[in-house]
């Protein structure tokens, strides 16, 4: 049981808004601490989709985004693309468990 | 272009320690800022960070997992390495090396990973 809590899937047609929430607490996303994404395609290693609550590495398209507001985080996925199917994760810092966390992880299924 | 690569014991008998390096190319290990780290994934689950170390050799480790892990550095190699003691089967996992780039309050985020290996806890 993570800290920071995903819901375990969501789903989505072609072209649609998807978000995927990440709740935490006080001692992670609530004192200011950043939130991370990944995505993890079926097989392959995580890749990172955004950094910094809202930053966007470079080559990840602009139908990524992500935003921070007390002490959750949500990765909104707009646009959808069959080649988003994948597993997402939401990592931050905890300072009660002094160390780094992930989310459970959202499996988005593209209808 | 930074590449990230495990190698090890795919097979740890319990109670045996398991041993992991993550040879990196690319780019040097002696930079400062970047952490390196190691973050596990059982079958069917979601990611858990192991620890981290620094090119001083300065280590962070998962408070869950601190008893049993040791990371080393090797600058002359350019690698990194993991041992975790008293292996289980619930130790069984895709094992993962990464770099860390430091966020606003300096804790790293994950922008280079390795492909993975998995490691087996049984007899």
């Known amino acids: 049981q993570s800290v920071l809590t995903q819901p375990p899937s969501v789903s989505g047609a072609p072209g649609q808004r998807v978000t995927i929430s990440c709740t935490g607490s006080s001692s992670n996303i609530g004192t200011g601490y950043d939130v991370h994404w990944y995505q993890q395609l079926p097989g392959t290693a995580p890749k990172l989709l955004i950094y910094g609550n809202t930053n966007r590495p470079s080559g990840v398209p602009d139908r990524f985004s992500g935003s921070k507001s007390g002490t959750s985080a949500s990765l909104a996925i707009t646009g959808l693309q069959a080649e988003d199917e994948a597993d997402y994760y939401c990592q931050s810092y905890d300072s009660s468990l002094s160390g780094l966390v992930f989310g459970g992880g959202t499996k988005l299924t593209v209808l | 272009q930074l590449r990230l690569q495990e190698s090890g014991s795919g097979l740890v008998k319990p109670s045996q320690t398991l041993s992991l390096t993550c040879a990196v190319s690319?780019?040097?290990?002696?930079?400062?800022?970047?952490?390196w780290s190691w973050i596990r994934q059982p079958p069917g689950k979601g990611l858990e960070w192991i620890g981290c170390i620094y090119h001083s050799g300065s280590t962070y480790y998962n408070p869950s997992l601190k008893s049993r892990v040791t990371m080393s550095v090797d600058r002359s190699r350019n690698q990194f390495s993991l041992k975790l003691s008293s292996v289980t089967a619930a130790d069984t996992a895709v094992y993962y090396c990464a770099r860390g780039f430091p966020d606003s309050a300096r804790w790293p985020y994950f922008d280079y990973w390795g492909q993975g290996t998995l490691v087996t806890g049984s007899s």
């Open positions: 690319g780019g040097s290990i002696n930079t400062d800022n970047y952490s």
